[in-house]
Every structure is written in structure tokens, then in C-alpha cells.
């Protein structure tokens, strides 16, 4: 059974601040894998994917992949309000596996 | 409008009775899935079709079936609800190419009494 692995949180972060996110997964030949926000009560949505081994960035979001280590983290520079939210690891092959997700809490 | 819609968004069923929920999009998809979440679980997978002809059963299938109607359609039944079956369902989509990733609908709101 492929897994993957996020702690449950809350994670809280003071506004302004970089918000950390981790996940591990048990699948070594994986090649895809994604992070989606989710806010309560409503569907996931797309914040990042990432293929290639590194850094990844897009506005204030960076996604960092390790396979070497099978492991995939998602930072949240500048942490507002609006970004307290579940966060979901994903990884692909013929389906997508998530994870069970990291509830995170920006405080004002 | 919605690329995956799902009909209803919420509904209220007894126990014993036959529930289906419906699933299509207008994304050209060929890949179509249905999940459950609860809270705590994350999303668990019910069951998954790569096209007309092909099913397959996810993680927690047990007391489930689908029916692909069309590509663009996927509906997910449940023969009998039981109350443990209360959760939010979603229907998802995702292309055949490797960088393509899954798209949701809104959810369905499930609660059996």
C-alpha cells in the first residue's frame, strides 16, 4: 500500500512569518507530486506541483523535493490570515494518493 | 460553470434506503474518481475509471458501486446507506499525461440518519 505521510498539526505560525510543511511518501519510483490547500467544508485546490528534484517557487509559495530522502515540503513565506487552511501532499502514479493533511493556523 | 459538477451538493437519507450521486465534467477527462472525507482521514478513494470500460475499486469500495455512463459521467451509488457512511464525497477528474494532476468538484454533502 503506497502511503503518504503529513503530521496532522495544527501547525500555528504568527503572521508574516514562514509556515513549514512536510510530507514523506513510501512510493520510491514516484515522479509527481502536489500540494493543495484546503479550506473547511470545501474542495482541495491546486497551490503547487512539483517534478524535478529542488526548489520550486511561485510568488510566496516554494516547494522543495527531495527523492533521494522521498520527501516534499511546502513553505509559506509572509503567512497571512487567509492562508490558515488544510494543506494536502499528493503524490501520482495511476491515481493520486494524499495525504491526511496538515491544519495550519496563522495567528494575527 | 463548474469544469466538474456534482449533483446534489447535499442530501439527507434514511438508513436502508438508495442513494446516487452524480458526477460530470466538461473537462475532456479521461481519468474520473470518487473520494470521501472525514474529518481526520483525509480523502480515501472509493473507486476510480481510466475510461467507459474500465473500473476500479479504491481503498473503501465496501457498500459502494459507480457507473461510468459516458466519459463526461460518473456516478457513485451507495445500495443501502448506513449513518458511518456520512461524509463529503467528491468526484475528481485528472488527464492521462503525466504532468496532469486532479481537479474537484464541489463535494456532496452526505448524511444518513
Known amino acids: 500500500q503506497k502511503e503518504v505521510e503529513q503530521n496532522s498539526g495544527p501547525l500555528s505560525v504568527p503572521e508574516g512569518a514562514i509556515a513549514s510543511l512536510n510530507c514523506t511518501y513510501s512510493?520510491?519510483?514516484?515522479?509527481?507530486f502536489f500540494w493543495y490547500r484546503q479550506y473547511s467544508g470545501k474542495s482541495p485546490e491546486l497551490i503547487m506541483s512539483?517534478?524535478?528534484?529542488g526548489d520550486k517557487e511561485d510568488g510566496r509559495f516554494t516547494a522543495q523535493l527531495n527523492k533521494a530522502s522521498q520527501y516534499v515540503s511546502l513553505l509559506i513565506r509572509d503567512s497571512q490570515p487567509s492562508d490558515s487552511a488544510t494543506y494536502l501532499c499528493?503524490?501520482?502514479?495511476?491515481?493520486?494518493?494524499f495525504g491526511k493533511g496538515t491544519r495550519l493556523h496563522i495567528l494575527p | 460553470d463548474a469544469d466538474v459538477t456534482q449533483t446534489p451538493r447535499n442530501r439527507i437519507t434514511k438508513t436502508g434506503k438508495r442513494i446516487m450521486l452524480e458526477c460530470s465534467q466538461t473537462?475532456?477527462?479521461?481519468?474520473m474518481y470518487w473520494y470521501r472525507q472525514d474529518p481526520g482521514l483525509g480523502l480515501r478513494l472509493i473507486y476510480y475509471?481510466?475510461?467507459?470500460?474500465?473500473?476500479n475499486k479504491g481503498e473503501i469500495s465496501d457498500g459502494y458501486s459507480v457507473s461510468r455512463q459516458a466519459q463526461a459521467k460518473f456516478s457513485l451509488s451507495l445500495e443501502s446507506a448506513i449513518p458511518n457512511q456520512t461524509a463529503l464525497y467528491f468526484c475528481?477528474?485528472?488527464?492521462?499525461?503525466?504532468?496532469?494532476?486532479?481537479?474537484f468538484g464541489e463535494g456532496s454533502w452526505l448524511t444518513v440518519v
Open positions: 499528493a503524490v501520482r502514479d495511476d491515481k493520486i494518493i
Open positions: 512539483i517534478y524535478s528534484n
Open positions: 512510493d520510491r519510483g514516484s515522479q509527481s
Open positions: 473537462k475532456g477527462h479521461d481519468r
Open positions: 475528481a477528474t485528472m488527464g492521462s499525461g503525466s504532468g496532469n494532476t486532479i481537479y
Open positions: 475509471s481510466f475510461d467507459v470500460k474500465d473500473i
